[in-house]
Protein backbone atom coordinates (compact mmCIF):
# COMPACT_ATOMS: atom_id res chain seq x y z
CA UNK A 1 0.00 0.00 0.00
CA UNK A 2 0.69 3.41 -0.73
CA UNK A 3 0.34 6.50 1.11
CA UNK A 4 -1.65 8.91 -1.13
CA UNK A 5 1.15 11.76 -1.74
CA UNK A 6 4.27 9.58 -0.89
CA UNK A 7 7.17 8.50 -2.73
CA UNK A 8 7.20 5.45 -0.68
CA UNK A 9 5.28 2.37 0.65
CA UNK A 10 4.15 3.15 4.20
CA UNK A 11 3.98 -0.03 5.01
CA UNK A 12 7.88 -0.24 4.71
CA UNK A 13 7.61 2.32 7.01
CA UNK A 14 5.23 0.70 9.86
CA UNK A 15 6.99 -2.70 9.27
CA UNK A 16 10.62 -1.17 10.07
CA UNK A 17 10.22 1.68 11.61
CA UNK A 18 12.14 3.73 9.79
CA UNK A 19 12.59 5.70 6.48
CA UNK A 20 14.85 5.54 4.12
CA UNK A 21 18.31 7.63 5.31
CA UNK A 22 17.92 10.62 2.48
CA UNK A 23 14.21 11.38 3.50
CA UNK A 24 11.96 12.16 6.40
CA UNK A 25 8.19 11.23 6.91
CA UNK A 26 6.04 14.08 8.60
CA UNK A 27 3.23 12.75 11.36
CA UNK A 28 0.94 11.58 8.61
CA UNK A 29 3.52 9.81 6.65
CA UNK A 30 4.25 12.01 3.69
CA UNK A 31 7.82 12.08 2.69
CA UNK A 32 10.24 14.98 1.89
CA UNK A 33 13.30 14.29 0.43
CA UNK A 34 16.50 15.87 1.59
CA UNK A 35 19.49 17.13 0.50
CA UNK A 36 22.47 15.82 0.56
CA UNK A 37 25.85 17.90 1.59
CA UNK A 38 29.52 17.12 1.93
CA UNK A 39 30.97 19.00 4.92
CA UNK A 40 35.44 19.77 3.20
CA UNK A 41 37.51 21.72 6.29
CA UNK A 42 41.00 20.54 7.65
CA UNK A 43 39.46 21.57 11.35
CA UNK A 44 36.93 19.33 12.87
CA UNK A 45 35.13 21.71 15.30
CA UNK A 46 34.76 23.25 11.98
CA UNK A 47 32.70 20.33 10.73
CA UNK A 48 30.96 19.47 13.95
CA UNK A 49 29.37 22.98 13.97
CA UNK A 50 28.29 23.04 10.26
CA UNK A 51 27.02 19.38 10.92
CA UNK A 52 24.63 20.81 14.18
CA UNK A 53 23.43 23.68 12.37
CA UNK A 54 22.49 21.14 9.25
CA UNK A 55 21.13 18.95 12.03
CA UNK A 56 18.46 21.40 13.31
CA UNK A 57 16.71 20.89 10.03
CA UNK A 58 15.41 17.77 7.86
CA UNK A 59 15.88 19.76 4.57
CA UNK A 60 19.59 18.94 4.71
CA UNK A 61 21.60 15.22 5.04
CA UNK A 62 24.79 15.16 5.98
CA UNK A 63 26.31 12.49 3.46
CA UNK A 64 29.68 12.35 4.29
CA UNK A 65 32.88 15.10 5.45
CA UNK A 66 36.75 15.05 4.51
CA UNK A 67 39.77 17.45 5.87
CA UNK A 68 41.07 18.16 2.44
CA UNK A 69 40.49 18.57 -1.34
CA UNK A 70 41.77 15.18 -2.95
CA UNK A 71 39.19 13.48 -0.19
CA UNK A 72 36.95 16.37 -1.27
CA UNK A 73 36.95 15.31 -4.70
CA UNK A 74 37.28 11.27 -4.36
CA UNK A 75 34.14 11.54 -1.90
CA UNK A 76 31.65 13.43 -4.35
CA UNK A 77 32.55 10.74 -7.20
CA UNK A 78 31.57 8.34 -4.75
CA UNK A 79 28.45 10.26 -2.55
CA UNK A 80 26.93 12.26 -4.93
CA UNK A 81 26.30 15.74 -2.79
CA UNK A 82 23.74 18.07 -3.96
CA UNK A 83 26.14 20.78 -1.79
CA UNK A 84 29.34 20.84 -0.31
CA UNK A 85 30.51 23.47 2.01
CA UNK A 86 34.09 23.51 1.91
CA UNK A 87 36.73 25.53 3.87
CA UNK A 88 39.33 27.79 1.05
CA UNK A 89 42.37 27.13 3.20
CA UNK A 90 43.48 23.76 3.33
CA UNK A 91 46.70 21.53 3.08
CA UNK A 92 47.19 20.22 0.01
CA UNK A 93 44.43 20.64 -3.07
CA UNK A 94 42.91 23.55 -1.41
CA UNK A 95 39.14 24.40 -1.67
CA UNK A 96 39.29 26.56 -4.78
CA UNK A 97 41.31 23.92 -6.80
CA UNK A 98 38.75 21.21 -5.02
CA UNK A 99 35.48 23.27 -6.50
CA UNK A 100 37.06 23.33 -9.80
CA UNK A 101 38.13 19.51 -10.22
CA UNK A 102 34.86 18.63 -8.83
CA UNK A 103 31.93 21.01 -10.95
CA UNK A 104 34.31 19.76 -13.94
CA UNK A 105 33.70 15.76 -13.00
CA UNK A 106 29.70 17.24 -11.81
CA UNK A 107 29.17 20.65 -13.01
CA UNK A 108 25.26 19.55 -11.34
CA UNK A 109 27.15 20.00 -7.31
CA UNK A 110 26.47 22.77 -5.89
CA UNK A 111 29.35 24.31 -3.35
CA UNK A 112 29.72 26.99 -0.63
CA UNK A 113 32.78 28.21 0.03
CA UNK A 114 33.36 28.79 3.72
CA UNK A 115 35.85 30.53 4.98
CA UNK A 116 37.74 33.33 7.22
CA UNK A 117 38.76 35.55 4.03
CA UNK A 118 36.92 38.32 2.74
CA UNK A 119 39.83 39.02 -0.17
CA UNK A 120 37.95 40.02 -3.46
CA UNK A 121 40.49 38.38 -5.17
CA UNK A 122 39.89 34.62 -3.85
CA UNK A 123 35.99 35.77 -3.80
CA UNK A 124 36.33 36.73 -8.21
CA UNK A 125 38.51 32.72 -7.69
CA UNK A 126 35.68 30.92 -6.19
CA UNK A 127 32.98 32.16 -8.77
CA UNK A 128 35.32 31.99 -11.42
CA UNK A 129 36.29 28.41 -10.24
CA UNK A 130 32.73 27.03 -10.24
CA UNK A 131 31.32 28.07 -6.27
CA UNK A 132 27.84 29.44 -6.29
CA UNK A 133 28.40 30.75 -2.73
CA UNK A 134 30.85 32.48 -0.73
CA UNK A 135 30.06 32.12 3.08
CA UNK A 136 32.00 33.79 5.85
CA UNK A 137 33.04 31.88 9.14
CA UNK A 138 31.92 34.71 11.21
CA UNK A 139 28.39 34.96 9.36
CA UNK A 140 28.15 30.98 9.03
CA UNK A 141 25.90 30.63 12.33
CA UNK A 142 23.29 33.04 11.18
CA UNK A 143 23.52 32.85 7.19
CA UNK A 144 24.37 28.79 6.26
CA UNK A 145 21.01 27.89 5.69
CA UNK A 146 20.27 31.01 3.77
CA UNK A 147 23.51 30.36 1.31
CA UNK A 148 22.18 26.54 1.29
CA UNK A 149 18.64 27.54 0.18
CA UNK A 150 20.38 30.04 -1.99
CA UNK A 151 22.60 27.60 -3.91
CA UNK A 152 20.33 25.19 -4.38
CA UNK A 153 18.04 26.89 -6.02
CA UNK A 154 20.60 27.86 -8.81
CA UNK A 155 21.27 31.36 -7.47
CA UNK A 156 24.68 33.22 -6.23
CA UNK A 157 25.32 33.97 -2.15
CA UNK A 158 28.11 36.21 -0.94
CA UNK A 159 27.75 36.60 2.87
CA UNK A 160 26.80 40.05 3.82
CA UNK A 161 29.63 41.77 5.40
CA UNK A 162 31.39 41.40 2.27
CA UNK A 163 31.28 44.74 0.44
CA UNK A 164 28.55 44.71 -2.13
CA UNK A 165 29.88 47.09 -4.39
CA UNK A 166 33.15 44.97 -4.92
CA UNK A 167 31.04 41.97 -5.38
CA UNK A 168 29.04 43.98 -8.09
CA UNK A 169 32.64 44.00 -9.98
CA UNK A 170 33.73 40.92 -9.36
CA UNK A 171 30.63 38.99 -10.92
CA UNK A 172 30.77 41.75 -13.93
CA UNK A 173 34.37 40.29 -14.83
CA UNK A 174 33.63 36.69 -13.74
CA UNK A 175 31.08 37.29 -16.60
CA UNK A 176 32.78 38.90 -18.78
CA UNK A 177 36.09 36.16 -18.76
CA UNK A 178 33.03 33.42 -19.15
CA UNK A 179 32.06 34.83 -22.30
CA UNK A 180 35.58 35.14 -23.67
Known amino acids: M ?28 ESAMSSRVLIVDDHAFIRRGVQSILGSSPEWELCGEADNGTDAIRLSDTLNPEVIIMDISMPGVNGIEATRAIRRNHPETKVILLTLHDNH ?41 IDRQAISSVFTETNRDRDT
Open 121 to 161: ELVKSAFRAGALGYLLKGDAEKELMTALSEVSQERAYVSPR
Open 2 to 29: VYPGADFPLLFVCLYGAAPANSHYDALG
